[in-house]
């Protein structure tokens, strides 16, 4: 059915196709006319496309948030996030399909040696940050950091990237590349430490191929639920890197990374881990300021 030919239904049936569409079509059918409009822009339509859970969300807000209409709602927190739970994540809506986005702050990932080790870590403020704190490392010779989410917090039936919001300091150095995953765990304390181990063990073995060649071996893998280990680089590669994923400029003048995806089925209750590891024991790296790990939909 044509856009021309919906906009001669009833406002009653026109809401009823709408809010079987998305809020594209939505946007589209609401600028072929007047009436076309107030079906399109009318809370019925809205509501369904915002999360079933979101009034429990905003709940959680730490400031007041103001909408006149569900529409103009979406689109608030499409475009600015609100901080929850006294400020240690943000929550947002993906823009085209209203799914749910959440970025945790630094202060509650799990950054070895920040927040009590001040000659590597320093847990600041930052003027573009959205949160009270970033953490700016000093120098370290062992990277690694550590961001969680509960799954049933997340969309369901998505696909979700893990990305590393950060930028970098006037002089960053050893940032070149990184080992980077995303696993599923029950606790979501990272397991174990036979666990934890193991994995550090995987990628000191992958870490110890890449000093000495490539073998042309296939990805390491660590354990059922787990995605192959990716490359990332968080400064530009030198002439000797000849894969991995390199950091990307954000429209809110960060820099992000991906650190892997993963498929939420049906938001079950669990947790999903996502680990950045640059451990190779040799080369002092310095310069990174994260703001946080963000859970956002691909699909």
């Known amino acids: 059915m044509s856009m021309d030919l919906l906009s001669t239904l009833p406002a009653e049936c026109l809401s009823e196709i709408l809010q079987r569409t998305s809020p594209a079509d939505a946007m589209r059918f609401a600028t072929i006319s007047k009436g076309s409009k107030s079906a399109a822009d009318s809370d019925a339509v809205w509501v369904r496309f915002l999360p079933e859970d979101l009034p429990e969300i905003i709940s959680r807000s730490v400031s007041p948030v103001v909408y006149a209409n569900n529409k103009e709602l979406y689109f608030i927190l499409c475009n600015s996030p609100i901080l929850l739970d006294a400020g240690k994540l943000s929550f947002s809506l993906e823009k085209r399909n209203g799914k749910k986005c959440y970025m945790v702050g630094a202060r509650e990932l799990e950054i070895i040696w920040c927040g009590n080790t001040p000659m590597y870590w320093d847990l600041t403020s930052h003027p573009d940050s959205r949160f009270s704190e970033v953490a700016l490392l ?71 191929r890449e000093r000495h060649s490539r073998t042309g071996e296939g990805p390491v893998r660590i354990g059922d639920g787990l995605t192959e280990i990716a490359k990332v680089h968080l400064q530009r590669p030198d002439g000797s890197e000849q894969s991995g994923r390199v950091a990307v400029g954000r429209g809110d003048g960060w820099m992000e990374v991906e650190l892997g995806s993963f498929y939420n089925d049906r938001g079950d209750d669990g947790v999903v881990e996502t680990w950045l590891l640059g451990n190779d024991g040799y080369q002092e790296k310095s310069g990174l300021i994260v703001q946080g790990i963000e859970f956002r939909p691909n699909s």
């Open 138 to 208: 000093k120098i370290v010779h062992w990277l690694e950091i550590r961001g969680t989410m509960n799954t049933w917090m997340l969309s369901s039936n998505t696909v979700y990237g893990c990305y590393l919001v950060f930028k970098l300091d006037r002089n960053p150095y050893g940032l070149q590349s990184a080992n980077a995953f995303v696993r599923f765990t029950n606790d979501g304390v990272g397991g174990d430490s036979d666990q934890r181990e193991a994995i550090l063990d995987h990628f000191g073995r992958e870490n110890a």
